[in-house]
Antibody, heavy 115, light 110 residues
């Protein structure tokens, strides 16, 4: 079964850092371009960023609101995608989804940035 | 990159057809055929309904169809059913090598 499972969400203070993980199974993770998408409470979807497969260069692209603060990485030996978030702001509060965009989505993990 | 523009709400009676529009610019929808549509029920993850403007993933009902003209993409749901009541989002690849979502449309089945 194709599956993505996010973890690592929680409560963090403004200015703090947090790392999310996304465990993949049921498909060849190393060949997949992976994305993070977020959704603030009661709001719409927002694309966060993407990492290409290492075969395709392994490069990353980010949305303007997170560029310079968030870093996407991958460990193909562990079939795991990461999102390192730093300098967090209250407006980063959201459910974060990982995805083989646009096809497969995880169930999401909630990040709350609050003092 | 501004969000793509969708109507806030669309409604229809069971069996009817509805169309949701998604308006972008020449930097996204107008140039690229990487337009996707997602359905999201409350508390659930988004589900891909249409990709590459008009392609349907395996398992998605053929009542859902997509198209594009100029800077505007559209999602049509025919034979509307109660289970189609949900939020719908469009998405497009952009000239900045990023993706942008639409503002979202709430579909109500009367």
């Amino acid at each position: 079964e194709v599956q993505l499972v996010e973890s690592g969400g929680g409560l963090v203070k403004p200015g703090g850092s947090l790392r999310l993980s996304c465990a993949a199974s049921g498909f060849t993770f190393s060949n997949a371009w992976m994305s993070w998408v977020r959704q603030a409470p009661g709001k719409g979807l927002e694309w966060v960023g993407r990492i290409k497969s290492k075969t395709d260069g392994g490069t990353t692209d980010y949305a303007a609101p997170v560029k310079g603060r968030f870093t996407i990485s991958r460990d193909d030996s562990k079939n795991t995608l990461y999102l390192q978030m730093s300098s967090l702001k209250t407006e980063d509060t959201a459910v974060y989804y990982c995805s083989t965009f646009p096809y497969i989505w995880g169930q999401g993990t909630l990040v709350t940035v609050s003092s | 990159q501004s969000a793509l523009t969708q109507p806030a709400s669309v409604s229809g009676s069971p069996g009817q057809s509805i169309t949701i529009s998604c308006t972008g610019t020449s930097s996204d929808i107008g140039t690229y055929n990487y337009v996707s549509w997602f359905q999201q029920h409350p508390g659930k993850a988004p589900k891909l309904m249409i990709y590459d403007v008009s392609k349907r993933p395996s398992g998605v009902s053929n009542r859902f169809s997509g198209s594009k003209s100029g800077n505007t993409a559209s999602l049509t749901i025919s034979g509307l059913q109660a289970e189609d009541e949900a939020d719908y989002y469009c998405n497009s690849y952009t000239s900045s090598s990023t993706y942008v979502f639409g503002t979202g449309t709430k579909v109500t089945v009367l």
